[in-house]
């Protein structure tokens, strides 16, 4: 949508009403459509919708104020895209250190007719920002029709042509022939190359590791969805390619990141891709927006510094991420790549805290750093501070398997 400006601020009274009273009308005023977050009415995870709509919007306004992780990272996503941004705040300390060479719109609540006035800049602003779009190119990306056929052996042609098959569609940045996007199956996914342009190869194999992606999980499974994000195409080391596990506050991820990693590994044409999976906790409810706004847009709802545990099949499963041996006790302890969820430890985690699988008794080592376990848990205790760590929680289990092998 070319008039469409979209809104990217936290949520809640005073900033409901800043959006209502002055961010809409001065938007609608430059001819724009202003369009926030819990304006989207759709069963899909919020941040594909978010996602969408940064990338169709013409113009993002970003309220930075109160430093909330969940704008930082939308943020983010706008400047990824290369869209243009028009920064606001209430206080300059909160402008995120990556974006202090932008110019802002500051305002102060307690100013007298401050409204009026934020309502004026942000129009100036606007004003100068189409105009500059106007003076670039109008045109819209055109799809790449095709490289020269001659440039690509017969492997490279029959991965080109898997994905021509699968819909690819490919869109080379006029501003920077080392970026990229490219859709298929419904997503865009941003190709960056190190060296040179991103061919038609590359973004072929995008699709391809996007189709596989989307392989892992199906739709009956409600409440887990994986999205690919992008792909870095580099000379010096493996190529990487980044997706995102969303999973509904309601459930645990199915997959560990292990697993992922080793089920998404792939190879094309000789050139090593490597996944990097990040898990991000969503609310997949179609009213998610009639419930507590404060609690949805919080860091639970970012992607975590730590890997939750998983579930499948009554069984929590986790890789194993250290292994402790107490020599006076002659016993094994397996710390756990995540948390067992709240619901089973009685409350919150606190900050740093880890967990432990205890294998009370046993001398002999059974499992290896990277291996990936099932398990059921019998008891759970408290936090203490051991030789070895602090804050650990060991965990009584049974009926542990190797569910793979590092």
Same mark, same amino acid.
Not at 73 to 102: F, M, Q
Not at 329 to 355: F, K, S, T, V
């Given at each position: 949508?070319?008039?469409?400006?979209?809104?990217?601020?936290?949520?809640?009274?005073?900033?409901?009403?800043?959006?209502?009273?002055?961010?809409?009308?001065?938007?609608?005023?430059?001819?724009?459509?202003?369009?926030?977050?819990?304006?989207?009415?759709?069963?899909?995870?919020?941040?594909?919708?978010?996602?969408?709509?940064?990338?169709?919007?013409?113009?993002?306004?970003?309220?930075?104020?109160?430093?909330?992780?969940?704008?930082?990272?939308?943020?983010?996503?706008?400047?990824?895209?290369?869209?243009?941004?028009?920064?606001?705040?209430?206080?300059?300390?909160?402008?995120?250190?990556?974006?202090?060479?932008?110019?802002?719109?500051?305002?102060?609540?307690?100013?007298?007719?401050?409204?009026?006035?934020?309502?004026?800049?942000?129009?100036?602003?606007?004003?100068?920002?189409?105009?500059?779009?106007?003076?670039?190119?109008?045109?819209?990306?055109?799809?790449?029709?095709?490289?020269?056929?001659?440039?690509?052996?017969?492997?490279?042609?029959?991965?080109?042509?898997?994905?021509?098959?699968?819909?690819?569609?490919?869109?080379?940045?006029?501003?920077?022939?080392?970026?990229?996007?490219?859709?298929?199956?419904?997503?865009?996914?941003?190709?960056?190359?190190?060296?040179?342009?991103?061919?038609?190869?590359?973004?072929? =194999?995008?699709? %391809?590791?996007?189709? @596989? &992606?989307?392989?892992?999980?199906?739709? *009956?499974?409600?409440?887990?969805? /994986? +999205?690919?994000?992008?792909?870095?195409?580099?000379?010096?080391?493996?190529?990487?390619?980044? =997706?995102?596990? %969303?999973?509904?506050? @309601? &459930?645990?991820?199915?997959?560990?990141? *292990?697993?992922?990693?080793?089920? /998404? +590994?792939?190879?094309?044409?000789?050139?090593?891709?490597?996944?990097?999976?990040?898990?991000?906790?969503?609310?997949?409810?179609?009213d998610r927006f009639n419930v507590d706004q404060d609690q949805y847009y919080s860091?639970?709802? /970012?992607?975590?510094?730590?890997?939750?545990?998983?579930?499948?099949?009554?069984?929590?499963?986790?890789?194993?991420?250290?292994?402790?041996?107490?020599?006076?006790?002659?016993?094994?302890?397996?710390?756990?790549?995540?948390? /067992?969820?709240?619901?089973?430890?009685?409350?919150?985690?606190?900050?740093?805290?880890?967990?432990?699988?205890?294998?009370?008794?046993?001398?002999?080592?059974?499992?290896?750093?990277?291996?990936?376990?099932?398990?059921?848990?019998?008891?759970?205790?408290?936090?203490?501070?051991?030789?070895?760590?602090?804050?650990?929680?060991?965990?009584?289990?049974?009926?542990?398997?190797?569910?793979?092998?590092?």
């Amino acid at each position: 949508m070319d008039n469409l400006c979209f809104v990217i601020m936290p949520f809640g009274d005073l900033f409901d009403e800043l959006y209502k009273k002055v961010y809409a009308p001065a938007i609608e005023a430059m001819g724009l459509e202003p369009l926030r977050a819990d304006e989207i009415y759709n069963n899909r995870p919020i941040i594909d919708d978010i996602n969408q709509s940064i990338y169709h919007a013409a113009i993002v306004l970003a309220d930075v104020t109160g430093r909330n992780p969940n704008v930082n990272y939308e943020l983010g996503i706008a400047h990824a895209l290369k869209k243009e941004v028009v920064i606001l705040t209430a206080s300059p300390d909160d402008v995120p250190s990556d974006y202090r060479h932008i110019r802002y719109i500051g305002y102060d609540r307690t100013g007298i007719d401050w409204n009026r006035k934020l309502s004026k800049d942000i129009q100036k602003t606007l004003q100068q920002v189409l105009l500059r779009l106007k003076d670039q190119n109008d045109a819209q990306y055109e799809p790449f029709e095709s490289d020269d056929t001659n440039e690509w052996n017969s492997e490279e042609k029959e991965t080109i042509a898997r994905a021509m098959n699968l819909g690819m569609k490919f869109q080379p940045d006029p501003r920077s022939l080392s970026h990229a996007l490219m859709r298929c199956m419904g997503c865009y996914v941003m190709l960056d190359r190190r060296d040179g342009p991103v061919t038609e190869w590359g973004a072929a =194999v995008a699709c %391809l590791l996007n189709e @596989k &992606v989307h392989m892992l999980i199906n739709e *009956q499974q409600k409440g887990h969805c /994986l +999205r690919m994000r992008s792909v870095f195409f580099d000379i010096y080391a493996s190529h990487a390619f980044y =997706v995102d596990y %969303l999973y509904d506050s @309601k &459930v645990l991820p199915m997959y560990t990141r *292990q697993e992922l990693w080793r089920y /998404l +590994r792939d190879e094309f044409c000789g050139q090593c891709f490597e996944p990097h999976i990040r898990y991000v906790q969503e609310n997949f409810d179609h009213d998610r927006f009639n419930v507590d706004q404060d609690q949805y847009y919080s860091l639970g709802s /970012l992607p975590q510094e730590r890997n939750p545990i998983c579930c499948r099949d009554n069984f929590y499963v986790a890789d194993i991420s250290d292994v402790y041996f107490n020599e006076a006790r002659g016993e094994h302890y397996y710390r756990i790549d995540g948390l /067992l969820p709240p619901w089973l430890l009685g409350a919150q985690p606190i900050p740093d805290e880890n967990h432990w699988l205890a294998d009370w008794g046993q001398k002999q080592q059974r499992f290896q750093i990277g291996d990936t376990v099932k398990f059921k848990v019998k008891k759970v205790y408290e936090p203490k501070k051991y030789d070895h760590i602090d804050k650990a929680r060991n965990i009584t289990f049974s009926q542990i398997e190797i569910v793979s092998r590092a």
